[in-house]
């Protein structure tokens, strides 16, 4: 009975997913991959397209430069303020999605692109502190005394020594902060404005509208491989930093 229950919604996750996968590449009853080609043809998916990769781009840099800087500052100074850091991710998305709007509007902050930007660079940067100080602190302060003891100076150690080390961890923060990103909904239509669209609130959208076409299916296959791949990629330098 349990068996047929888990069995049940599996099929009720993942049946939709296996849909819209197939129907991306079925035209006719034949397999093709025209919608595919067709997606680059439409102006609004192309500019949707650009916009999601460069806020995915530009908030993984920025989170990965400054998660990463915090994470070795906390682990050399005082760790009282941390837990700080996991606010973003315990917090209900649409509540810091609200707050970050409401504090644009307070500071009569223009939405659009920047908006966006620093929305996704301020919930990154958690993630990005959390995998990084996991990375760093089991075995930073030895291995940088040992470096110090043999005679390298703080800069040769930080360069040679500790970049190496965190630098797993980094690679794997930026991979979860790029998919984080880039498939954002909420947060995204919180802090958007008119004439900027990621393709996430282009998808929405156009469901919303009832306009579930070949070409929005093979979208979202798209946007469901890049998601899986850089998860693929995550779980490969883990299980190797392991």
């Known amino acids: 009975m349990i068996r047929f229950l888990v069995l049940l919604i ?9 849909y819209v996968v197939a129907s991306s590449f079925i035209d006719g009853g034949e397999i093709t991959t025209k919608w595919f080609v067709k997606l680059f043809e439409d102006r609004d998916i192309v500019r949707s397209f650009y916009n999601s990769l460069s806020i995915a781009l530009l908030s993984t840099l920025f989170s990965v430069i400054l998660g990463s800087f915090a994470a070795y500052a906390f682990l050399k100074t005082n760790k009282r303020f941390e837990s700080l850091f996991y606010t973003p991710i315990v917090i209900p998305e649409i509540t810091e999605a609200l ?63 500790t970049v190496p080390i965190a630098m797993p961890g980094i690679i794997a923060a930026s991979l979860i ?34 306009v579930v076409s070949p070409s929005l299916n093979a979208l979202t296959t798209l946007m469901l491989f890049v998601s899986l791949f850089l998860a693929y990629l995550y779980a490969k330098i883990s299980t190797k930093r392991e």
């Open 99 to 161: 707050s970050l709007l409401l504090f644009y509007r307070l500071l009569s902050f223009p939405l659009g692109f920047y908006s966006v930007l620093l929305g996704h660079i301020a919930f990154n940067i958690a993630f990005v502190f959390i995998i990084v100080n996991a990375r760093l602190s089991s075995q930073l302060r030895s291995i940088e005394d040992a470096s110090l003891t043999l005679g390298a100076d703080e800069v040769q150690t930080f360069l040679r020594v």
């Open 10 to 18: 599996f099929m009720f996750l993942y049946i939709p997913i296996v």
């Open 177 to 210: 902060a790029f998919t984080l990103s880039w498939d954002n909904f909420i947060k995204t239509v919180f802090t958007t404005g008119p004439g900027f669209q990621t393709l996430p609130l282009l998808i929405w959208s156009q469901a919303a509208r009832g």
